[in-house]
C-alpha cells in the first residue's frame, strides 16, 4: 500500500524558495515513479514535475522550468521538489503522486493529501 504525506508549505513573499517533501511510508519507495501537482483556486489540477523510479529521468511543466526541481532521498524514503524564484502564480495546494506506470504518471493512481503554497506580491 502506498502512503504519501507531504510537508513544507507555507507563505513565501515572491522571489523567495520553498522545498517541498513527499514521505511515501508505504512499501517498495524504488518502484514508484513520483510526481508533483498543483491545484489554484478556480483551476484544474495541473502536472508540475515526475521522476522515475530509479531517478535518472524527470520530467517538468514548462512554468516551473529552470525554477523548480525534482529529487528522490531514497534513504528517507522521500521526493523532493525545490521550489526558487517563486512568483505569485505559484500559488497552490501542491499534491504528491505515485505510480508503478511510468505511462501513467500524469494520472498516477496514488495521491497525497496536498500541502498549501502562497507567495505574496
Known amino acids: 500500500q502506498v502512503r504519501l504525506v507531504e510537508s513544507g508549505g507555507g507563505l513565501v513573499q515572491a522571489g523567495g524558495s520553498l522545498r517541498l517533501s513527499c514521505a511515501n511510508t508505504g512499501r517498495a519507495f524504488d518502484s514508484y515513479h513520483m510526481a508533483w501537482f498543483r491545484q489554484a483556486p478556480g483551476k484544474e489540477r495541473e502536472f508540475v514535475a515526475a521522476?522515475?523510479?530509479?531517478?535518472?529521468?524527470?520530467d517538468y511543466a514548462d512554468s516551473v522550468k529552470g525554477r523548480f526541481t525534482i529529487s528522490r532521498e531514497y534513504a528517507d524514503l522521500k521526493v523532493s521538489l525545490q521550489m526558487n524564484s517563486l512568483k505569485p502564480e505559484d500559488t497552490a495546494v501542491y499534491y504528491c503522486a505515485a505510480d508503478l506506470d511510468s505511462s501513467r504518471i500524469k494520472s498516477p493512481g496514488f495521491w497525497g493529501q496536498g500541502t498549501q503554497v502562497a507567495v505574496s506580491s
Open positions: 521522476i522515475s523510479f530509479a531517478g535518472e529521468a524527470t
